[in-house]
């Protein structure tokens, strides 16, 4: 369970899987340039910050991880939650929460918590899902249209008033560079499907802003050079009241690299016919974490869009993803001065088309026409991602979905009552057509679903709804496959208002949970040995005998 992938693969590797996974490698590390950059832009941080990412987190993914062909990095549903760190913290909390973050996946993956983490709930995933590209779009907007606008505020309302606002300072140079960089990504796999369409873009854009000394904004007018070394591993100081402040966005960066550095190996499972270690991944995951932040990186997890150009160009083990990192180390260390010329007008046009297939507005519109309960949850995931902030919106979301499921398994639990007849037991060895007479004075209740803390109140909403009272009650609970505290404590408040009022109480067809817990709870002693049966026949027969 908690053996690195890269050791499994090695032990039959060969020099044709090498040469695959270098060409597969190469390809996803220059794929994974130009996104670096943008999301660490888009995310308030320096170009170096999402290289840096790329190299380190990206490196560890590969050594650790518990898939064969899992690319990690800097991704598009971290921008939000790490520009709203670096506004309120600044550089150094960030690099804490991603710290705390990482310690955090550690824990998560010892706990085992790598097969639990795959229950969130669909609606919840695709309203903050939709809600972020929503926000990296607007993120964008001043770039994409070259606004002179100094400072951009993070509420979402306000951003856009200020956008209106400054309308007239439309650049039309960077807003024909955006266009023809969505032009480009949108046209060029026509064209080849090796080299990716955001790097041709930036070579293009890049080109033309320095040829012609067109009057835009490049990396290197906003950023000045990058340096052509790693920085040394540092973290700064950490006390109670830090970790308290950053707990909740660093819990929140730990499961938002959860959810998609899982979704992600799920996804590549179904390209390679694969099965990876969730829990290994999770480690992984936190580790890569917690050296992106020693070298002053940012969050990193599993990105889908690179994993899946890494199996689409051969590579099948983690020597691809470390080929990756060394790649994008190598362009960092020679190349630095040529990042400075790419224009902002082109990166803004690549995350507005990331942003476009982020949204999964096919899945937010199936969701739309499907449940109520659904509905609601998508779209209070969406508006509070947007509104207020994604922690909230994944917090709400998971809520929600829970009363919801409550709700719907207490609706699925019902109690049915039988005064004249009933059939027989499928497993007791009577006829299925059989049916047995029930004697005046006796009352069936026939319990059918889990009884749990959303449907104990059942018992006293039956209780309640009859007029008279039976001498004998047997309860039935053949479709009951489990009951939890709650249901114990109704269950056993059923049979003192039983013994109350001198109504005999039998229990029959109980399963080996529900069993368990009559016996831990003392209901078994209480309503005496000889008044639990295994079969709806024997239990009659008993309430005969007291009539």
Same mark, same amino acid.
């Given at each position: 369970? =908690?053996?690195?992938?890269?050791?499994?693969?090695?032990?039959?590797?060969?020099?044709?899987?090498? =040469?695959?996974?270098?060409? $597969?490698?190469?390809?996803?590390?220059?794929?994974?340039?130009?996104?670096?950059? @943008?999301?660490?832009? $888009?995310?308030?941080?320096?170009?170096?910050?999402?290289?840096?990412?790329?190299?380190?987190?990206?490196?560890?993914?590969?050594?650790?991880?518990?898939?064969?062909?899992?690319?990690?990095?800097?991704?598009?549903?971290?921008?939000?939650?790490?520009?709203?760190?670096?506004?309120?913290?600044?550089?150094?909390?960030?690099?804490? $929460?991603?710290?705390?973050?990482?310690?955090?996946?550690?824990?998560?993956?010892?706990?085992?918590?790598?097969?639990?983490?795959?229950?969130?709930?669909?609606?919840?995933?695709?309203?903050?899902?939709?809600?972020?590209?929503?926000?990296?779009?607007?993120?964008?907007?001043?770039?994409?249209?070259?606004?002179?606008?100094?400072?951009?505020?993070?509420?979402?309302?306000?951003?856009?008033?200020?956008?209106?606002?400054?309308?007239?300072?439309?650049?039309?140079?960077?807003?024909?560079?955006?266009?023809?960089?969505?032009?480009?990504?949108?046209?060029?796999?026509?064209?080849?499907?090796?080299?990716?369409?955001?790097?041709?873009?930036?070579?293009?854009?890049?080109?033309?802003?320095?040829? =012609?000394?067109?009057?835009?904004?490049?990396?290197?007018?906003?950023?000045?050079?990058?340096?052509?070394? +790693?920085?040394?591993?540092?973290?700064?100081?950490?006390?109670?009241?830090?970790?308290?402040?950053?707990?909740?966005?660093?819990?929140?960066?730990?499961?938002?690299?959860?959810?998609?550095?899982?979704?992600? @190996?799920?996804?590549?499972?179904?390209?390679?016919?694969?099965?990876? /270690?969730?829990?290994?991944?999770?480690?992984?995951?936190?580790?890569?974490?917690?050296?992106? @932040?020693?070298?002053?990186?940012?969050?990193?997890?599993?990105?889908?869009?690179?994993?899946?150009?890494?199996? /689409?160009?051969?590579?099948?083990?983690?020597?691809?993803?470390?080929?990756?990192?060394?790649?994008?180390?190598?362009?960092? +260390?020679?190349?630095?001065? +040529?990042?400075?010329?790419?224009?902002?007008?082109?990166?803004?046009?690549?995350?507005?088309?990331?942003?476009?297939?982020?949204?999964?507005?096919?899945?937010? /519109?199936?969701?739309?026409?499907?449940?109520?309960?659904?509905?609601?949850?998508?779209?209070?995931?969406?508006?509070?991602?947007?509104?207020?902030?994604?922690?909230?919106?994944?917090?709400?979301?998971?809520?929600?979905?829970?009363?919801?499921?409550?709700?719907?398994?207490?609706?699925?639990?019902?109690?049915?009552?039988?005064?004249?007849?009933?059939?027989?037991?499928?497993?007791?060895?009577?006829?299925?057509?059989?049916?047995?007479?029930?004697?005046?004075?006796?009352?069936?209740?026939?319990?059918?679903?889990?009884?749990?803390?959303?449907?104990?109140?059942?018992?006293?909403?039956?209780?309640?709804?009859?007029?008279?009272?039976?001498?004998?009650?047997?309860?039935?609970?053949?479709?009951?496959?489990?009951?939890?505290?709650?249901?114990?404590?109704?269950?056993?408040?059923?049979?003192?208002?039983?013994? /109350?009022?001198?109504?005999?109480?039998?229990?029959?067809?109980?399963?080996?949970?529900?069993?368990?817990?009559?016996?831990?709870?003392?209901?078994?002693?209480?309503?005496?040995?000889?008044?639990? =049966?295994?079969?709806?026949?024997?239990?009659?027969?008993?309430?005969?005998?007291?009539?």
């Amino acid at each position: 369970m =908690f053996v690195p992938k890269l050791f499994t693969t090695l032990k039959d590797y060969s020099r044709e899987s090498f =040469f695959k996974d270098l060409t $597969a490698g190469i390809i996803v590390g220059i794929v994974a340039i130009p996104l670096a950059i @943008a999301f660490a832009i $888009a995310s308030g941080v320096s170009p170096q910050n999402g290289l840096i990412t790329a190299i380190v987190a990206g490196f560890l993914v590969s050594v650790l991880g518990g898939s064969r062909v899992q690319i990690g990095g800097p991704t598009g549903a971290f921008i939000v939650i790490v520009y709203g760190i670096v506004q309120k913290y600044g550089n150094e909390g960030l690099i804490i $929460a991603t710290f705390i973050a990482g310690i955090l996946l550690i824990v998560m993956g010892l706990a085992k918590f790598g097969t639990i983490i795959k229950f969130i709930p669909h609606s919840v995933i695709v309203g903050f899902t939709s809600g972020i590209a929503l926000i990296i779009f607007s993120s964008q907007v001043k770039d994409f249209l070259g606004l002179s606008i100094d400072t951009i505020p993070a509420d979402f309302i306000e951003k856009w008033k200020l956008f209106i606002v400054n309308l007239h300072t439309v650049n039309y140079w960077a807003v024909l560079l955006s266009l023809l960089t969505v032009l480009i990504i949108v046209i060029w796999p026509k064209v080849s499907r090796e080299l990716p369409g955001g790097l041709v873009a930036i070579i293009v854009t890049s080109f033309l802003v320095s040829f =012609f000394n067109l009057p835009v904004e490049t990396i290197g007018s906003r950023f000045g050079s990058l340096p052509h070394s +790693l920085p040394v591993p540092h973290l700064p100081r950490i006390d109670m009241q830090v970790i308290r402040e950053l707990f909740q966005p660093a819990f929140t960066i730990a499961l938002l690299g959860a959810i998609e550095s899982l979704l992600s @190996a799920v996804v590549a499972d179904g390209m390679i016919g694969g099965k990876h /270690r969730s829990n290994m991944e999770l480690v992984a995951q936190g580790v890569s974490n917690i050296g992106s @932040a020693l070298f002053g990186g940012m969050p990193a997890t599993g990105a889908i869009a690179r994993t899946v150009t890494n199996i /689409r160009n051969g590579g099948r083990t983690p020597i691809a993803g470390i080929v990756h990192a060394i790649t994008v180390l190598i362009v960092l +260390l020679l190349f630095g001065k +040529l990042i400075t010329k790419v224009p902002f007008a082109c990166l803004a046009g690549i995350l507005v088309v990331i942003a476009y297939y982020m949204s999964e507005w096919r899945s937010f /519109r199936e969701l739309l026409n499907g449940s109520k309960g659904g509905k609601i949850i998508l779209l209070s995931t969406f508006f509070v991602t947007i509104f207020i902030d994604l922690p909230s919106a994944i917090e709400l979301g998971v809520i929600l979905s829970a009363f919801l499921f409550m709700k719907r398994m207490s609706d699925a639990t019902t109690i049915q009552i039988y005064a004249k007849e009933i059939e027989s037991d499928d497993n007791n060895g009577e006829e299925l057509s059989a049916k047995f007479v029930i004697p005046d004075g006796v009352q069936v209740y026939e319990v059918n679903g889990p009884l749990f803390f959303g449907a104990a109140n059942h018992f006293d909403e039956i209780d309640l709804s009859l007029s008279g009272k039976p001498k004998v009650r047997i309860l039935r609970f053949r479709n009951v496959p489990l009951i939890d505290s709650t249901g114990m404590h109704a269950l056993k408040c059923f049979y003192q208002k039983c013994k /109350r009022s001198g109504i005999r109480l039998i229990i029959t067809g109980l399963h080996v949970q529900p069993l368990n817990e009559v016996v831990k709870s003392n209901l078994y002693d209480l309503i005496g040995e000889d008044n639990v =049966f295994s079969s709806m026949k024997e239990s009659i027969e008993k309430a005969k005998s007291y009539l």
